[in-house]
């Protein structure tokens, strides 16, 4: 299954990744997760991907484009397939995702599309807390952690990302709605797009995917 999840900020999709990727056997990529480790490793990327994150604005295309053409090159044996969260976010993006997926015969299945409504969004990005360890996603209200403030999969601690501000937030959608919205014509002219109520529990949501999933094979 070759997968993208589609949304914007603070709809789920990260969530909703870490409970499809098991059932699935899908490798999770996440472009968030992937810029936020080369920061956390201070590498030329890392810095470079600091300022346009802390502004909340995108990178590059070709910048993250690059990126994923070398994860999808090698895929991790074992894993049938992938999810891809937070890119693309372009509609130039998703067209060179398109051309490296016939390149390596793989077209994507689905498009998953969490449609989330402004105030959900806002209550969900400002309780966020990440593992700083392994990237895992809880919230202060709706996902606590057993322990406060430490990850229930590894026992790292976790933090509050320094774009998850209202001030970084608002720009966020602006950009996303600017940006990144376009791609939903884009794929609904591919006939790839599956519209989710976001506002609902993800757990909610994997459950529905996997059924129909497991149904169509
Ligand atoms: P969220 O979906 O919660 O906004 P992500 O963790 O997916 O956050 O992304 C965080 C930031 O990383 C984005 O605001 C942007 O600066 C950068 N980024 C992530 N994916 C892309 C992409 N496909 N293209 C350009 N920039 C990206
Ligand atoms: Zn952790």
Redesign the pocket.
């Known amino acids: 299954m070759r997968l993208v999840l589609l949304g914007p900020?603070?709809a789920g999709?990260g969530t909703l990744a870490g409970s499809l990727k098991d059932s699935l056997t899908i490798e999770h990529i996440?472009?968030?997760d992937i810029?936020r480790e080369e920061m956390k490793n201070n590498t030329a990327l890392g810095k470079q991907a600091k300022m346009?994150?802390d502004r909340?604005?995108?990178?590059p295309d070709e910048v993250?484009t690059k990126i994923i053409e070398q994860k999808l090159k090698k895929p991790i044996s074992g894993q049938c397939g992938f999810l891809l969260d937070?890119?693309?976010?372009t509609v130039q993006?998703a067209k060179d995702l398109d051309a490296i997926l016939r390149k390596i015969k793989n077209p994507l299945d689905y498009v998953l599309y969490l449609k989330a409504t402004l105030p959900v969004i806002i209550q969900r990005l400002t309780g966020r807390r990440v593992c700083r360890n392994c990237g895992a996603v809880f919230h202060a209200t709706n996902r606590p952690p057993k322990k406060p403030g430490i990850c229930n999969e590894c026992g790292g601690p976790l933090y509050q990302r320094a774009?998850d501000n209202e001030e970084t937030i608002r720009t966020?959608m602006d950009v996303y709605t600017h940006s990144t919205q376009p791609i939903i014509e884009y794929y609904e002219s591919q006939d790839k797009l599956l519209p989710l109520d976001a506002d609902k529990e993800s757990e909610y949501l994997a459950v529905m995917l996997n059924e129909k999933f497991n149904e169509n094979g």
Request: net charge positive; proline share 10%.
């Open positions: 900020p603070g999709k996440s472009m968030g810029l346009y994150i909340g604005e995108l990178l993250v937070g890119f693309p976010r993006q774009d966020r």
